[in-house]
């Protein structure tokens, strides 16, 4: 062999082994986003490209409970050959990852007593292990979990007999908050760190983060998102309201630097999401990304991607910790999407942006008594994964009557500005909308080719404001402040996934109604945490029935803030057919090339038949859930509302496989290995306007 080859062999093989993070083992998937670092790649190549097409089911495990309009958003994890996930209902199982057949199934009500109210959707769960036992912990609304690995049965000495109450301990006099620990938290040695959801409005919890002990259920630390007094950041808030401002939440997942014991933690929006009239300020650490050293929970370095949001641009998904080299140079990077379409790359240990960050001015606010940011963080690169902007050009017309009914739709409204604020006088178009751009699902790196893969949303959605100024009873303040975001102030809903109020009166009487508001059902959350007289009130609103009264003796004095100004209901620009009022792509999926923040492909994600049928191209549907990447050459991804499955060359991104699903693969699948096969599994649960589903289901190449 001549020295010059020698030479090239050695160059190859040194950089081939500084792509990978050698401390991270790519064939396991046993953490929320696969490995370790949360890259959603697998280093499994027994299904490549050349035999893809080849998949067939190897087996299907169904729940038996899933109700009208629920949801399976649940990744599983694998461990030891067993699979972990959840129900729609919230039960926890344990599955022979082999087969498919049931090891064990837990319900965590048999705990927590009662009937089986509402406890959200819970996305997956965490796997603990310290070489003499295996917990699992995992989220049932506003309680956090353990049970054994191998048995299912709680473990009766974390917490208070087996579960811990996410309502306390957050340095708070309330305690009745609504709180679902929707998310899988991180584990960290002994310590599992967590977020949650919130409620919307201004009666939400602060969103602090917090470290329990996995063997106690004890908080060991907690990081106040919305500062306290003295502590950084406390001077980007108004301190007059500052104590009953709640959000700034982690709901979306992070992700630990398990070597430099770092974690990354993603926030959304501070309450209420849409006037910020009593959060007069930058408003840290909403809309953040935060470096926190797991052990102690003190700040390393924060990253803001939204000032004072009025938007509600929550960061989405927990970020990917990626290896990447730029000019040169190998970077251990931390990247995280975002619903604006945008994604921002971070040093880990520094927080210094791979490329430049620019601060630029956007347009201001008139609503009165409003405080918004004179500018925004912009990044250079990478490039936006979906488009960043709704004008004329983009509304729909595809056909005469769709476009016509669009733009009289839009005849009194503003758009043509990313960053137009919520305006009293007109609605606004926000685009991208409020479920993404980039959502939940998350977003794949590949550490062999560099290419970063996320799928988005691309479709318009409305903003109208209210005043909250001229109640016509107390019914309708409590109603606004409570259910008026997601059925509109009018009570008339978003069809198909948020149901008209108009006629309920129909439908349940005044018990039934208050026992579906106290515990919730399918996507509506229980609203235990509001008084028995509001809850009470709203029953009589709604039914028509007359709630004059005394709003203040009503709400009690230490009931939270009111929203000077309201937004009607959460509404996506629709045609009457219910079509996307902006021409399509509706659903992207795009490979991104880290080492130089340029697209390498882009291509629509989904299919609507009906269209297919009349002669138009692939439009892309809505889509929630993630991609997976692997070694042998395939990303793999659900996630859309066509029920199926599909597999794309990586390098490509043409199509190479298809398979229809029981229902909408709304969750991110997972790849694994037993005893040498590999298995593709992806949870079928549908929701989202499309039928729900209770199904598993396992694919793998045939035996011969």
Known sequence: MTQKLLLALFVSLFFSCQKEDQSIDYADWSHYGGPADGSRYSSLDQINKSNVSSLEIAWTYQTGDATERSQIQCQP??????????????????????????????????????????????????????????????????????????????????????????????????????????????????????????????????????????????VEWIFHTIPHEGEFGYDTWDPQYISKIGGANNWAGMTVDQESGTVFVPTGSATYDFWGGYRKGDNLFANSLIALDAATGERKWHFQAVHHDVWDRDFPANPNLIRIQKDGKWINAVAQ?????????????????????????????????????????????????????????????????????????????????????PNLEKPIVLFPGMDGGGEWGGAAFDPETQLFYVNANQIPWLIEMKPNSSFENVGQAVY???????????????????????????????????????????????????????????????????????????????????????MNGYKKLLTKEGLYGSNPPWGLLTAIDMQTGLKKWQIPLGEIDSLIAQGFPQTGTENYGGPVVTAGGVLFIAATKDEKIRAFDKITGEKLWEAPLPASGHATPAVYQIEGKQFLVIACGGGKGTKSGDSYVAFALPEN
Request: some cysteine; glycine content about 10%.
């Open 480 to 566: 606004s402040n409570y259910c008026g975001n997601c059925h509109g102030l009018e009570r008339k809903g978003n069809l198909p996934t948020i149901p008209s109020l108009m006629e309920i009166g129909e439908k349940y009487s005044s018990d039934s109604l208050e026992r579906l508001i106290t515990k919730g059902r399918g996507a509506m959350p229980a609203f235990d945490h509001i008084s028995t007289e509001n809850r009470k009130v709203l029953v009589d609103y709604l039914l028509g029935k007359s709630t004059e009264g005394d709003k203040q003796e009503i709400e009690g004095e230490n009931a939270p803030l009111n929203p000077r100004y309201y």
């Open 77 to 218: 994890i694998v461990k030891n050959g067993i699979l972990y996930g959840t129900t729609p209902g919230l039960d926890v199982f344990a599955l022979d990852a082999a087969t498919g057949e049931e090891v064990w199934r837990f319900d965590p009500f048999e705990v927590l007593g009662g009937e089986n109210s509402w406890a959200g959707t819970n996305r997956g769960v965490s796997y603990w292990d310290n070489g003499v036992e295996q917990r699992i912990l995992f989220g049932a609304g506003n309680w956090l979990m353990a049970v054994e690995a191998n048995t299912g049965k709680p473990i009766l000495s974390f917490g208070d007999q087996g579960k811990v109450d996410l309502r306390k301990g957050l340095d708070t006099e309330r305690e009745d908050f609504l709180i679902v620990a929707n998310a899988p938290g991180v584990v960290y040695k002994d310590f599992l760190i967590i977020g949650m959801r919130l409620s919307e409005g201004l009666d939400a919890a602060p969103g602090h983060i917090r470290a329990y002990n996995i063997v106690t259920g004890q």
């Open 337 to 421: 999407i975002s619903k604006q379409g945008m994604t921002y790359v971070f040093d880990r240990e520094t927080g210094e942006p791979v490329w430049p960050i620019e601060e630029k001015p956007v347009t201001q606010s008139t609503l009165p008594g409003e405080f918004s940011s004179p500018t925004q963080p912009i990044p250079s690169l990478p490039e936006p994964f979906m488009n960043m902007n709704f004008e004329e050009k983009d509304i729909l017309n595809l056909k005469p009557e769709w476009e016509k009914d669009i733009k009289n739709q839009l005849s009194n409204a503003l758009y043509g500005d990313t960053w137009l604020p």
